[in-house]
């Protein structure tokens, strides 16, 4: 069973030269506040009457209502963190710290809604690219729904002192982000197939990746550049991934579908299970409280923030 058309070379290359740019794009945007305006606000204000001339008409597989939503709330979401993260608002005003497991939430939901609809298809040409339909959807549409519920401790977030302001949210642990991949890239292949070899494991990749290494914690906000600069990029050139020379297209095997859905939703049925057994265990509030404060993941996290955070108060406090 493969997931994939035999990879030329050449297309393995562009994989890494993807993963990579986003990883480079997405640390400039979290560095730089002025990179992050005209990333995040600057560009999709231009682009639409620009590159973005996209109707739906044509057979390209960017001209659908959810690529526009999506684009959208990506955007969205940098904006929203921006705001947490440049301003005291969500010092005041705690409650604003919901909104980014509402944008979250949202963006899964999106997904899952589209995942349905995919469900009810014959194989057929769709959005410019073969779509098969069938029960895989169903069940990774599941997985979906059981991810969005399992999102926990947002009132936890945290911005961390140091320049880049980072957004971290200590409770969002190692398991529910593998969770979240393996069924976002079920998602991708199952509903834009000839995407999924680089926005299924290479985008994926770009933000988990700094999340374990360079901004533990702050995998939402590496999540929500990421995706932004990716469906920015596969709006403005869609024939990278439909018609050019490094396009990769899916198997289109029901065996391949069936293998990547059951894996996202086993995953998301584990952490499911793992917080439930938590919240009664422990007599937590899942509308409240952090659940993972005693795991040391959730304490790396915290402490590396504290170190980031004293370090940044004794710079500032050196004479110049």
């Known amino acids: 069973m493969f997931l994939f058309e035999p990879i030329p070379w050449y297309s393995a290359v562009a994989w890494f030269v993807v993963l990579g740019t986003l990883i480079l794009l997405n640390e400039i945007s979290r560095r730089s506040v002025w990179a992050a ?15 973005w001339q996209h109707d739906g008409a044509t057979g390209e597989s960017v001209g659908t209502w959810f690529h526009w939503v999506k684009v959208y709330s990506a955007i969205a979401g940098c904006v929203g963190f921006m705001l947490i993260r440049y301003t005291d608002w969500a010092k005041k005003y705690k409650a604003l710290l919901f909104f980014p497991a509402f944008i979250l939430g949202l963006n899964i939901l999106e ?18 690219m073969v779509i098969t339909g069938g029960k895989w959807n169903i069940v990774n549409g599941i997985a979906g729904i059981l991810n969005i519920v399992t999102i926990c401790g947002w ?12 957004m971290l949210w200590p409770d969002m642990l190692w ?30 990749l770009a933000c ?67 917080q439930i057994r938590r919240i009664f265990v ?3 509030n899942p509308l ?20 980031l955070d004293n370090q940044a108060v004794q710079g500032q406090q050196q004479p110049a």
Not at 111 to 127: G, K, M, N, W, Y
Not at 288 to 307: G, H, M, Q, R
Request: charged share 15%; with cysteine; glycine share 4%.
């Open 37 to 51: 305006v005209f990333f995040f606000i600057v560009l999709p204000i231009v682009l639409p009457f620009t590159l």
């Open 111 to 128: 997904a899952v809604i589209r995942e349905f609809q995919v469900s009810t298809f014959a194989t057929s040409l769709h959005d410019g």
């Open 155 to 166: 009132a936890g977030i945290v911005i961390s002192q140091r320049k880049s302001k980072d």
């Open 175 to 204: 398991f529910w982000i593998i969770a979240y991949d393996l069924w976002n890239f079920a998602y991708v292949y199952n509903c834009v197939p000839d995407h999924s070899f680089y926005a299924g494991a290479a985008l994926l």
């Open 208 to 274: 988990t990746i700094p999340s374990f290494t360079m901004a533990k914690g702050a995998w939402l906000q590496h999540r929500a550049h990421t995706l932004a600069f990716w469906m920015m990029f596969v709006m403005a050139f869609p024939t990278f991934v439909d018609s050019s020379m490094f396009a990769v297209k899916a198997s289109q095997s029901t065996d391949a579908m069936w293998f990547v859905s059951l894996l996202s939703i086993v995953a998301n049925v584990g952490v499911f299970g793992y």
């Open 282 to 284: 422990r007599k937590l």
């Open 288 to 307: 409240k409280d952090e659940l993972y404060t005693d795991l040391n993941a959730y304490k790396s996290v915290k402490e590396t923030a504290e170190l």
